[in-house]
């Protein structure tokens, strides 16, 4: 019901859009999550409903930006200033249809999109 979009190859400093789709239906809580290799999968961003309240994992604030658009059922991630060890597998997630609330833990996440891999070369 997920499905990420938008990775790539990408030189240090540049920019990069990652797109999440949902199809089928509609989640109020929204992230982003990221693995590199031989790491855990860590949380990268999330965002409510409204779009007005958003988390970030301290070590990406003023980086990356999350948004979406309920019209369209997608929620972006917007990354800048890329670096090497922004490198991984980027999966979007959702928490159950009823929650509201922002977690950061990937147990609060029940649907996970396939990933999309980014590469951040030096």
């Known amino acids: 019901q997920l499905q990420a979009s938008g990775g790539g190859l990408v030189q240090a400093g540049g920019s990069l859009r990652l797109s999440c789709a949902s199809s089928?239906?509609?989640?109020?809580?929204m992230a982003w999550f990221r693995q590199a290799p031989g790491k855990e999968r860590e949380f990268v961003s999330a965002?409510?409903?409204?779009?007005?309240?958003?988390r970030y994992a301290d070590s990406l604030k003023g980086r990356f930006t999350i948004s979406r658009d309920n019209a369209k059922n997608t929620v972006d991630l917007q990354m800048r200033s890329l670096r090497p060890e922004d490198t991984a597998v980027y999966y979007c997630?959702?928490?159950?249809?009823?929650?509201?609330?922002?977690?950061?833990?990937?147990?609060?996440?029940?649907?996970w999109g396939q990933g999309t891999q980014l590469t951040v070369s030096s």
């Open positions: 997630a959702a928490r159950a249809s009823s929650v509201t609330v922002i977690q950061t833990t990937r147990a609060a996440y029940v649907y």
């Open positions: 089928g239906r509609s989640f109020n809580v």
């Open positions: 965002i409510d409903w409204s779009g007005r309240t958003t």
